[in-house]
């Protein structure tokens, strides 16, 4: 059996009927193979079915430690037929982006069997121009964004007929999978047996936790958060004669406005998608020296966050507060065959109260700098840890206390939105030998969080996405003209032809 770590179960711990712990994404491809193949049900089938091996998590099903003792863990599924697993469905003429992502809402607000693996993929027809959609549905749980997309690059090639990745000894981890089904006793045993070691792991934990409680996405808007984390900063750098250089002045830590898509979520997603031309974005991060693709991603999004915001009459003096996920990945962590979540996140306060598109830019190329700075100090695994200073069973009970008081308004929300910039590849990709079209990621919501935005680059294109609540953002598909209007402004202003 494969024991989940504390960040892995705390993606099905919030799971509550409104809340949905599984990520997607939207690979539209041609209709046809480059071979004249039409793209169908069966053709995805084999294809998923010839590489199952280079795929573990698509076998792993989730058991409970009974009374909630230990960490949930994946066994190997005894019973897995990868045909319970791929759905085939069709569009209504004529097949409207509109109407491809009302499906992909719908399916994205199903969620996962969690009695087989926690994995789906839909294939969608009739989408407009011949073109064929794919949404794979995979749970956080066993991926974080770079395991992600390493287990769907064993579907997705960078060549029309790809080759499977030969399998080695060194894959012995990957190939043998999560291991054997074990009997509610044995569970209920190794449970047991991982009780002396809570306590440890939670004393070693609570001193980093303590001193970082600001920077945690689901800890820092507790009451009195910053002044606990400002004590337990001082007090360790006394105990330890600041070793470690830190200043005594600790940044300030925005708050998050209260916003009209920041309340209690429901459990029905919409989403909404489009490109963007990468060439336009790299000629205004050049002709601005020191500011970075994601600097202007990050821009981009603020304005037209604020734009929908205007139309919406929120408040624009207050900044919004972003998570931005990053990897803490080592160079041993990123092998093929490492799963679950190494993952940790930047708060950082993005200029939607700026009016001047060029003042924006300038505004988020300084604040991911500090953000940046600021991460640069804070232990890698901190979201780990600060898991650990939680018994395994209060670990849901507590996950659901904080949405509740978050939902309820009790608690400001810890940030308004997630804005992902993910890389992806350069060149053409193929899926069965048909080529992708775009690829558009479906990302998790939480109270107090109704929208979310990724972007992925793909060739010349970044290929961006807006998943978001059905009933707080009923307008979202407005933010793709939205966004593609900021980025003509912003050229405008620099002079840029676009």
């Given at each position: 059996m494969r024991r989940l770590s504390s960040v892995d179960a705390q993606f099905l711990a919030i799971e509550d009927g409104r809340t949905h712990s599984h990520v997607c994404q939207l690979t539209i491809l041609e209709g046809t193979t480059v071979d004249g193949t039409p793209v169908d049900g069966a053709l995805i089938r084999d294809h998923i079915a010839s590489r199952i091996e280079n795929l573990p998590p698509f076998r792993w099903r989730v058991r409970e430690v009974p009374f909630g003792l230990d960490y949930p863990v994946f066994v190997e599924d005894e019973s897995f037929d990868p045909d319970s697993h791929i759905w085939e469905v069709a569009l209504p003429a004529p097949g409207t982006p509109e109407q491809l992502a009302d499906a992909v809402g719908?399916?994205?607000?199903?969620?996962?069997?969690?009695?087989?693996?926690?994995?789906?993929?839909?294939?969608?027809?009739?989408?407009?121009?011949?073109?064929?959609?794919?949404?794979?549905?995979?749970?956080?749980?066993?991926?974080?964004?770079?395991?992600?997309?390493?287990l769907l690059s064993a579907i997705i090639e960078p060549t029309p007929r790809g080759r499977l990745r030969e399998v080695t000894d060194a894959d012995a981890p990957c190939t043998k999978g999560a291991g054997h089904d074990p009997s509610d006793m044995e569970l209920l045993a190794r449970g047991v047996l991982s009780l002396p070691m809570q306590p440890v792991r939670m004393i070693k934990a609570l001193p980093a936790t303590l001193r970082h409680i600001d920077q945690l996405p689901t800890m820092r808007s507790l009451p009195g958060a910053g002044l606990l984390s400002g004590a337990a900063d001082r007090a360790?750098?006394?105990?330890?004669?600041?070793?470690?250089?830190?200043?005594?002045?600790?940044?300030?830590?925005?708050?998050?406005?209260?916003?009209?898509?920041?309340?209690?979520?429901?459990?029905?997603?919409?989403?909404?998608?489009?490109?963007?031309?990468?060439?336009?974005?790299?000629?205004?991060?050049?002709?601005?020296?020191?500011?970075?693709?994601?600097?202007?991603?990050?821009?981009?999004?603020?304005?037209?966050?604020?734009?929908r915001m205007t139309a919406r009459g929120d408040d624009l003096d207050t900044a919004l507060v972003?998570?931005?996920?990053?990897?803490?990945?080592?160079?041993?962590?990123?092998?093929?065959?490492?799963?679950?979540?190494?993952?940790?996140?930047?708060?950082?306060?993005?200029?939607?109260?700026?009016?001047?598109?060029?003042?924006r830019l300038k505004r988020a190329r300084e604040v991911m700098r500090s953000a940046k700075e600021r991460h640069r100090a804070i232990p890698a695994q901190l979201l780990r840890d600060a898991n650990h200073t939680v018994p395994p069973a209060l670990f849901a009970r507590t996950a659901r206390v904080i949405s509740m008081t978050t939902a309820?308004?009790?608690?400001?929300?810890?940030?308004?939105?997630t804005i992902s910039n993910v890389p992806g590849s350069p060149s053409a990709l193929y899926c069965a030998g048909a080529r992708v079209v775009s690829q558009h990621p479906v990302n998790v919501l939480l109270d107090g969080l109704g929208l979310s935005l990724t972007l992925l680059s793909y060739g010349d294109r970044l290929d961006f996405s807006f998943t978001a609540d059905r009933e707080l953002v009923p307008d979202v598909w407005q933010l793709v003209p939205e966004l593609e209007a900021e980025l003509r402004e912003l050229a405008e202003a620099l002079g840029i032809d676009a």
């Open positions: 719908q399916i994205a607000s199903r969620p996962l069997d969690r009695a087989r693996p926690l994995w789906e993929v839909h294939l969608i027809h009739g989408v407009e121009g011949g073109q064929v959609a794919m949404l794979t549905k995979l749970h956080h749980s066993a991926i974080d964004g770079v395991s992600g997309m390493q360790a750098r006394i105990a330890t004669r600041n070793r470690d250089g830190r200043t005594l002045e600790r940044p300030v830590t925005a708050q998050a406005p209260k916003v009209s898509f920041g309340g209690r979520i429901s459990p029905h997603r919409r989403f909404a998608y489009g490109s963007l031309p990468l060439p336009l974005i790299k000629a205004i991060k050049d002709a601005n020296p020191g500011t970075t693709v994601n600097d202007v991603v990050v821009a981009l999004c603020a304005g037209a966050l604020r734009r972003a998570m931005v996920p990053l990897s803490v990945r080592t160079k041993d962590s990123a092998q093929p065959n490492t799963y679950g979540n190494q993952i940790s996140s930047l708060m950082v306060a993005i200029p939607t109260d700026e009016s001047d598109v060029l003042a309820a308004g009790w608690i400001r929300p810890p940030f308004n939105v």
